[in-house]
């Protein structure tokens, strides 16, 4: 179901390397291993022969369908043992002998029985509890999980447990998302293959007939006959569409040419040196056991662990002793170990213990287990153990980190002979010598755990290009031992600091009177957060150094958590002419250099020709005041508005900025925005007045030319005042009656208010809107409606009236229009 890729060659190479740290580790950290007595791991070495591959017979149904060959603790022991080299992943995810999940209960269908769900299940028990609730073998299972995404041996991540079986991910696309996760893979896997058993006809390769089963997904690669001999065998073709050619079996577990497939091949080879046989019977007789414990001690090795054969669980199984591939020695299982007998349900003679000498340094421990009845010898397990004497120096690689073209290596070592003198370590990358390193560091932690002197530890730090690497420390000795001991190795991604570059962009350039203006973005991926520093260079030289902190909303959404503030506008003089304008961003952390985000070339003018220029409009003068209105333009800044500063009568009275809407300027200059209006107004003493407006140059212009000067009268506010004639006013019976006429000279043709007064006190109002065509004759322009005439209630004793004309316009007061005496 995946794509035809070999998994082992990758996966093995970096469980060889973590299984050296690991072991290392615990040796020199002295923690305890607890043993197993779980089912031992079935494991063989490398014995399958590519040449026996049956394409029509990949595995026999009777042992692909029997779902209870392994329970959970067989499963868990397999599982530990095989994944022993596996660490957690850098996302967290666990291994597979570490890995637990919550499951839900599947209700028995025609394909499965019953599988009743649990909190916190294991991987073993989940794989046990599917191949018995569907009926295919276990151990056909893990080998699945193997080929697929290599979780037996590997580490885990939570994209290869959430495609496990590789189930509903085709080689051409993306995987059904309603399959994810490992519970969900195991089950539907295994039970898609009773799906497979119960329905036959509906699928492409069938049992008893002639099959043309491609070798590759690409078509051009053909296609081979094959006759399938069992339902098993074409379930996995159903699963796994190809074969593998003749360059893919001659490669065994590596890479064969461009038209090969490996899934089937891969499934075959795992399973036969993992199980051995595919065929009846012969998974059945394979012993069982486990490698406890591999520790070293001055030159030997100790090697413990037990081992049964269900063929006659009376006989003690021989077990034999290999070291670094080369056998050794070979021994009994006959020790006392109740607690096998108990968990097992056989006799308690089942264990071994020996010793086996070996030299000083790194080497690999391999146990095989010697088949009574059967004809594979499973492996019972690998360790790889740094052999150490108590004069050998001892410590341990605690990082290897990297940076953008920097790797650094730090630990801890010291001389067991030269307690409190400095250790040199050496340190290999990808296996070629690269530095001495003098121990020097403080570590009180190291010397209070081992009474050591206080500066065991070392730090280094080199150069290195980017991509994988392996990083290797070894102590090196200076008494009586007589090793220079391995302390660990790490493989270590350094990351190209091509990728830690500034960038950005020069969104324009532009050349606008004698000013070159430019606007854009950078960003430092270092400091994402903080406004990266540009230079502005102007025909090969700087002229300006910018902090891009502008406000960019559209880089914030481009590059999530760098915020906006990455913007930047800059002006400047420059000479009349072409030029070219370049924009760099410097680098300030682990980029290699300082790129440009653009050049253009621009234009602009002379010194003179970028001097503002505008309009003095209009100047008004009214009475106590006076307005002015008019539009100005910078070149250098044509979108921008000017200020433009306002004398009156020689003397600086107001600066002003040029802001107003004013579209008929934006349609009669070309390139330019509509907003340069201005307008202003102030207070003045009456009288004649001269007013200037100047604009006030922003960028290359030499002067600010003047806008125009006006002289303007400014009217006197006494003299607007307005005007009438209270004609009568007489008291008859308690009843006052008046008339008149008032107007106000600054709205002449508007009707005045007059309010009535009586020996001091409001009486009341009235409109001077009446027809009066004498006042019109006297006073052209005015119109005739300003007569009042009205009748109010008036005291007995009433002895004098007054009428007052309210001021509409610029006047200084409320005059009287007339006082008379009245006889009440």
């Known amino acids: 179901m995946r794509s035809p890729e070999p998994l082992v060659s990758r996966v093995r190479s970096v469980a060889v390397v973590v299984a050296v740290l690991a072991a290392f580790v615990a040796l020199t950290s002295g923690a305890p291993t607890t043993p197993s007595v779980g089912p031992g791991p079935t494991v063989l070495e490398t014995v399958a022969d590519p040449s026996q591959f049956d394409p029509g017979n990949i595995i026999s149904d009777a042992v692909f369908f029997d779902g209870d060959a392994m329970d959970a603790a067989s499963v868990q022991s397999f599982l530990t043992a095989k994944g022993a080299s596996c660490r957690t992943a850098s996302d967290g995810s666990p291994c597979l002998k570490d890995f637990r999940q919550d499951t839900t209960t599947r209700p028995a269908d025609a394909r499965c029985a019953t599988y009743a769900g649990a909190a916190g299940e294991s991987a073993a028990a989940i794989i046990a509890k599917v191949g018995l609730a569907c009926g295919i073998n276990p151990r056909a299972l893990l080998v699945m999980l193997q080929k697929e995404q290599g979780l037996v041996t590997g580490t885990g991540s939570a994209s290869r447990y959430r495609g496990a079986m590789g189930f509903g991910c085709p080689d051409t696309a993306a995987c059904d998302s309603q399959y994810y996760g490992f519970f969900n893979q195991v089950y539907n896997a295994a039970r898609q293959f009773q799906v497979y058993a119960a329905n036959p006809s509906r699928y492409t390769h069938r049992v008893g007939i002639v099959n043309q089963v491609r070798f590759s997904p690409t078509a051009s690669c053909g296609a081979g006959p094959v006759v399938l001999q069992n339902q098993a065998t074409a379930g996995l073709y159903n699963y796994t569409p190809y074969q593998p050619n003749a360059a893919a079996l001659a490669a065994g577990y590596g890479s064969g040419n461009s038209c090969s497939a490996y899934g089937n091949r891969n499934f075959w080879l795992y399973f036969t040196d993992w199980f051995g046989s595919t065929q009846v019977g012969a998974a059945d007789v394979v012993p069982e056991g486990n490698l406890d414990t591999v520790s070293s001690a001055d030159g030997s090795y100790a090697v413990r662990g037990w081992v049964f054969d269900r063929t006659d669980t009376s006989q003690p199984v021989t077990v034999h002793v290999y070291v670094d591939g080369s056998y050794r020695t070979a021994v009994v299982a006959d020790g006392n170990r109740p607690d096998v007998g108990a968990a097992h349900g056989v006799d308690a003679r089942h264990g071994f213990e020996l010793s086996v000498n070996a030299s000083l340094g790194s080497h690999e421990v391999c146990v095989y287990a010697i088949n009574i009845g059967g004809v594979s010898n499973p492996q019972l397990g690998c360790r790889t153990v740094v052999n150490v004497d108590s004069h050998a120096p001892v410590g341990q690689v605690d990082e290897v980190s990297a940076v953008p073209g920097q790797v650094t290596v730090r630990g801890w070592a010291f001389d067991p002979d030269a307690l409190v003198a400095p250790t040199t370590v050496h340190v290999y990358v990808d296996g070629v010598f690269a530095r001495s390193v003098a121990t020097g560091v403080g570590r009180p932690d190291v010397a209070a755990a081992y009474g050591a002197g206080p500066g065991t530890g070392f730090s280094w730090t080199t150069s290195s290009r980017a991509g994988d690497h392996a990083v290797c420390v ?72 910018v902090s891009a902190r502008l406000t960019r909303p559209d880089v914030a959404a481009a590059r999530p958590g760098a915020g906006a503030a990455h913007g930047f506008d800059w002006s400047g003089i420059v000479g009349a002419g072409d030029h070219t304008v370049c924009v760099y961003a410097l680098n300030s952390g682990y980029g290699t250099t300082n790129p440009t985000l653009g050049c253009r070339s621009v234009r602009t003018t002379t010194a003179a020709q970028a001097n503002p220029f505008g309009a003095l409009d209009t100047v008004v003068g009214m009475t106590g005041s006076l307005g002015l209105s008019g539009w100005v333009v910078d070149p250098d800044a044509p979108d921008a508005p000017t200020s433009v500063h306002v004398y009156v009568d020689g003397a600086f009275a107001a600066s002003v900025v040029a802001d107003g809407d004013r579209p008929d300027v934006a349609q009669a200059v070309s390139g330019i925005g509509p907003r340069h209006g201005y307008t202003w107004s102030t207070q003045l003493a009456p009288g004649r007045h001269t007013v200037c407006v100047y604009a006030i140059n922003t960028g290359a212009g030499t002067t600010n030319p003047t806008l125009g000067c006006r002289s303007v009268v400014v009217v006197d506010p006494a003299t607007r005042n307005p005007e009438g004639v209270l004609d009568s006013a ?74 007052f004309a309210l001021n509409l316009g610029a006047g200084t007061t409320n005059p009287p229009v007339g006082c008379t005496a009245v006889r009440g």
Request: hydrophobic share 35%; glycine share 14%.
């Open 474 to 545: 070894y102590a090196l000795n200076v008494g009586r031992g007589s090793a220079s001991p391995l302390l660990g190795c790490r493989q270590v991604t350094v990351p190209d600091p091509r990728d830690f570059d500034p960038v950005g962009s020069l969104d324009t350039a532009t050349g606008a009177g004698g000013t070159v203006r430019v606007t854009g973005w950078a960003l430092d991926p270092d400091s994402p957060t903080a406004p990266a520093t540009v230079h502005v260079y102007v025909d090969g030289t700087q002229v300006a150094s």
């Open 730 to 803: 007489q008291v008859t019976g308690g009843a006052l009656t008046v008339s008149g006429w008032a107007l106000d000279p600054d709205l002449p043709t508007t009707p005045v208010t007059v309010h009535v007064y009586v020996d001091g006190q409001y009486t009341g109002a009235l409109v001077a809107g009446g027809s009066r065509p004498d006042i019109a004759g006297a006073r052209p322009g005015a119109g005739p409606l300003h007569g009042f005439s009205g009748v109010f209630t008036a005291p007995a004793n009433a002895r004098q009236v007054c009428v």
